[in-house]
């Protein structure tokens, strides 16, 4: 537990020092795309080498044998690493993953984590569905422990739902969609319902309709597509070819100029004195 305090402390000072620097030097947007992305890439490495390190009774990924009443600490320290690959990677699922890949390809090739960063949006939704996983079992285990008194996965909600935003013709959409209402299920018995945390459970509602929504249009409309009606006939026409029509509700891609910074989040959580 020490020596993850540590990497977050490390990972923190990193991506402050990266944005400081850049905010206080001229240089050209090339370089600091090549600043951003190495140190994106040692961080990931940093959590890869603690993860590592844990003896196998603490080996993270195992939560299908898992018993989170006899292993605590695994659950612990399982839920802070999923919670560190969010918040590295959860802005990369705004860009135009196409570009993120180039933009790896060109600055990252030959690094030991140059794979990992360029597939740093996969990376952000698996852990995002182990931390949801995670803590139904620790839910439904039916007894008090910290991670059942002190977090919630707020955070899987969010890449859940901006996921299933970017990629909502994914035949897997639907099962992320009850991920994502999982997570979201436990958030509220976590902060239940008094008068600071009804905004909360409004955005949690409006967020969780607004999904459930897009699924259902997008069904419709493929649907349509698929099987459109003949105008003189109520007999479905079958589609000539077999090309995958453009998604009309798929979100326009963020360029990359429009973020300063990958995920410098550490800076907000933990404040520079």
Not at 134 to 140: A, D, F, K
Not at 196 to 204: I, Q, T
Request: proline share 6%; with cysteine.
């Amino acid at each position: 537990m020490t020596h993850l305090a540590n990497v977050l402390r490390e990972m923190q000072h990193r991506s402050w020092h990266t944005w400081r620097k850049e905010s206080l030097e001229t240089t050209t947007d090339e370089k600091n795309r090549a600043s951003k992305i190495r140190a994106a890439g040692e961080m990931d490495t940093l959590l890869c080498k603690w993860r590592a390190s844990l003896p196998p009774e603490h080996q993270i990924g195992t939560s299908s044998a898992a018993d989170v009443q006899l292993a605590p600490q695994w659950a612990f320290l399982s839920f802070y690493y999923y919670q560190a690959i969010i918040v590295l990677y959860r802005n990369a699922l705004l860009l135009d993953w196409n570009e993120l890949k180039r933009e790896a390809d060109q600055y990252a090739s030959g690094e030991i984590w140059y794979l990992r960063l360029r597939n740093g949006p996969q990376l952000c939704l698996e852990a995002a569905k182990e931390m949801t996983n995670l803590q139904v079992m620790v839910t439904e285990a039916g007894e008090p422990t910290f991670l059942h008194l002190a977090t919630s996965p707020l955070a899987a909600a969010y890449v859940l739902a901006i996921h299933i935003r970017r990629q909502l013709s994914s035949i897997l959409s639907r099962t992320h969609s009850e991920l994502m209402k999982a997570a979201m299920a436990i958030s509220r018995q976590r902060y239940p319902p008094g008068a600071a945390e009804c905004l909360l459970h409004r955005h949690l509602d409006t967020l969780e309709q607004h999904i459930v929504q897009l699924l259902a249009d997008t069904a419709s409309r493929s649907s349509i597509e698929l099987y459109p009606q003949s105008a003189e006939s109520n007999i479905p026409l079958l589609p000539l070819t077999s090309a995958a029509p453009s998604n009309p509700l798929e979100p326009p891609l963020a360029p990359w100029e429009s973020f300063e910074w990958m995920s410098w989040d550490w800076n907000e959580i933990f404040p520079q004195t």
